[in-house]
């Protein structure tokens, strides 16, 4: 079985913890836990009510004992999907700018698929930043893009620095912001541009003004990005052999409280989300 390794983490509540509580006592538990706080009792019982159902689902789930992957009570946990979706997600078509990216059929990398490992994991060999959380933004384009470039700097310097997803939020245009976005707008401007560092440009869970990129430094660069068309396993295995890579994906369904395994849910022509490919390997 062919297996993607993706940067996407959900902190989640130890199993322990889980056996040992009412559903009750599980709730104020995970309230302190993910620091979750409600308006007035009203919103405490309706959240209350969505956190049960969510959490008999995920025992129903693991329960059945036929799935390639678990779920768990996360940060999520109180969330329909539907809000889950409409807080957390929202790709847009990107509006192409043919100076910089172009979409191939016929790859570089297209020679060495008899060459590739079987297994590579970028996080073993340093390429990959610690997981990032977008909070309350849904500009994971920005963190999509961002950690491709992290990978493929570090290849290319032998340093691994965090860079600016604030940068990208507050200075790319044409409606990426935190309803949603793309990463090839997003490259787009670092190719133009460059980009900052996170210390040096700092996270902020809002779009704000371009007018701090003026006075950051300069943390990295790119000189331009191909889009994959229609890509099939071979093609992102060879790819992902030679760096991270940003990806489209589809969230609907179990992805929000997926756990540890191999997953795979729900497979849609539909994209609503961004991540970065960090690896691959055969099980």
């Known amino acids: 079985m062919f297996i993607i390794l993706v940067t996407w983490a959900f902190q989640a509540m130890s ?53 390639t ?19 957390h997600t929202g790709s ?7 100076r910089f990216s172009k979409t191939i059929t016929s790859f570089k990398y297209q020679n060495l698929t008899t060459e590739v490992s079987e297994n590579v994991d970028w996080r073993d060999q340093g390429g990959v930043t610690d997981v990032k959380n977008q909070g309350r933004c849904s500009c994971f384009w920005a963190f999509s893009a961002v950690a491709a470039v992290e990978g493929i700097v570090k290849i290319k310097t032998g340093e691994l620095q965090k860079l600016s997803e604030q940068q990208l ?75 991270p890579i940003s990806v489209y994906i589809n969230t609907d369904g179990d992805f929000r409280q997926y756990t540890v395994g191999i997953y795979n849910g729900n497979c849609k022509d539909s994209i609503n989300h961004a991540v970065v490919i960090v690896g691959y390997g055969v099980s």
Request: with cysteine.
């Open 69 to 87: 992957y678990k779920l768990g009570i996360n940060a999520f946990s109180d969330l329909t999907d539907e809000e889950f979706q409409a807080s």
């Open 169 to 243: 939020l507050d200075c790319v245009q044409l409606g990426n912001d935190c309803s949603g976005g793309n990463m090839e707008s997003a490259y787009d401007y670092i190719v133009e541009n460059s980009i900052a560092s996170e210390s040096n440009y700092q996270y902020q869970e809002h779009k704000g003004p371009c007018d701090q990129a003026k006075a950051a430094k300069k943390a990295a660069e790119i000189i331009g990005s191909i889009k994959i068309a229609n890509a099939n396993e071979m093609q992102l295995k060879v790819f992902v052999a030679q760096q």
């Open 92 to 98: 847009k078509m990107p509006i192409s700018n043919p």
């Open 15 to 67: 199993r322990a913890m889980l056996q040992e509580a009412s559903i009750v006592e599980l709730h104020e538990k995970w309230m302190a836990q993910f620091g979750r706080t409600y308006v007035d009792s009203a919103e405490k019982e309706k959240r209350f009510k969505i956190f049960e159902e969510n959490y008999e689902y995920v025992e129903r789930f693991n329960n059945a004992g036929n799935n």
